[in-house]
T-cell receptor
Framework: AQRVTQPEKLLSVFKGAPVELKCNYSYSGSPELFWYVQYSRQRLQLLLRHISRESIKGFTADLNKGETSFHLKKPFAQEEDSAMYYC?????????FGSGTKLNVKP | DGGITQSPKYLFRKEGQNVTLSCEQNLNHDAMYWYRQDPGQGLRLIYYSQIVNDFQKGDIAEGYSVSREKKESFPLTVTSAQKNPTAFYLCASMGRSSYNSPLHFGNGTRLTVT
């Protein structure tokens, strides 16, 4: 069965520090993986997808099939990055979400 | 302005009553989804629909029902059989490709049952 695990419920860093939000998945095939973000009082929205290998708002995420991970990284966190982040796996017409990590960037 | 509209934003019901949550989209998306969001549990899939007049159960469908009579609409009924109905409910839609048109979410409905 597909499963997405985000081990950290809360991650607090200072502004300018590097940040890494962890995501591990269990899936036997070639996964489609995404990061979604929910800022305060806003709806959930797509941040980035692994297949496009893009950098959005300074965030990147690399798919590591050997470790079955898709960690989200940013070298220098900003206060506006404070939000709830969800890792998601898409397979057979369904999205499976992790439990989410709340990122708090302190001034 | 294209998007997904969920209504109402807040809903209060007495235990034992059925309640229907509305979800409408004007994105011309084929697929629509209902998720339940509980603290510490992320999003759990209730029902999803790939095309009109067809829908499938998700991981936690018990106590819920849906219909998909129109492409734009995917209402969710929380029945009295749902043991823990108080939650935040999110509706989402997606186009034909997860790459070109990933999940778009509504603003959610917070249901409180007492």
């Amino acid at each position: 069965a597909q499963r997405v695990t985000q081990p950290e419920k809360l991650l607090s860093v200072f502004k300018g520090a590097p940040v890494e939000l962890k995501c591990n998945y269990s899936y036997s095939g070639s996964p489609e993986l995404f990061w979604y973000v929910q800022y305060s009082r806003q709806r959930l929205q797509l941040l980035l997808r692994h297949i496009s290998r893009e950098s959005i708002k300074g965030f990147t995420a690399d798919l590591n099939k050997g470790e079955t991970s898709f960690h989200l990284k940013k070298p220098f966190a900003q206060e506006e990055d404070s939000a709830m982040y969800y890792c998601a796996l898409y397979n057979f017409n369904k999205f499976y979400f992790g439990s989410g990590t709340k990122l708090n960037v302190k001034p | 302005d294209g998007g997904i509209t969920q209504s109402p934003k807040y809903l209060f019901r007495k235990e034992g009553q059925n309640v229907t949550l509305s979800c409408e989209q004007n994105l011309n998306h084929d697929a629509m989804y209902w998720y339940r969001q509980d603290p510490g549990q992320g999003l759990r899939l209730i029902y999803y629909s790939q095309i009109v007049n067809d829908f499938q159960k998700g991981d936690i469908a018990e106590g819920y029902s849906v219909s998909r009579e129109k492409k734009e609409s995917f209402p969710l009924t929380v029945t009295s059989a749902q043991k823990n109905p108080t939650a935040f409910y999110l509706c989402a839609s997606m186009g034909r490709s997860s790459y070109n048109s990933p999940l778009h979410f509504g603003n959610g409905t917070r249901l409180t049952v007492t």
